[in-house]
């Protein structure tokens, strides 16, 4: 009983997935994605592996990072925030 009143003060997990979803939803309006402009990309560094995600312009080859990605769960939550079935991986 003790942990559930511990979640409930912390937010709860409810409260932290609804922040999540939320963060996401902003994250798709404050940076936009034009499929006809861009292409989304995942950049990995060859020295420390470090991987990023964003979109490629397809006229400049102009990268905007949007996301770090720490784990294959921030990957997804990258391809569910922007509605994208796969992502090109660069090095």
């Known amino acids: 009983m003790d942990k559930a009143r511990s979640l409930q003060r912390k937010g709860g997990l409810l409260a932290r997935f609804r922040q999540k979803k939320r963060m996401g939803n ?5 940076i936009p994605f034009d499929p006809e402009k861009q292409i989304p ?6 020295c420390t592996g ?4 964003g979109f490629k312009d397809l006229e400049g080859g102009h990268f905007t990072e949007v996301m770090l990605i720490r784990s294959p769960k921030d990957e997804q939550a ?10 090109k991986k660069e090095y």
């Open 26 to 30: 902003e994250l798709a309006e404050k």
């Open 50 to 53: 470090e991987k990023v995600a």
């Open 41 to 46: 990309v995942l950049r990995s560094s060859i």
């Open 78 to 87: 990258f391809r569910e925030i922007y509605g994208l079935e796969s992502v």
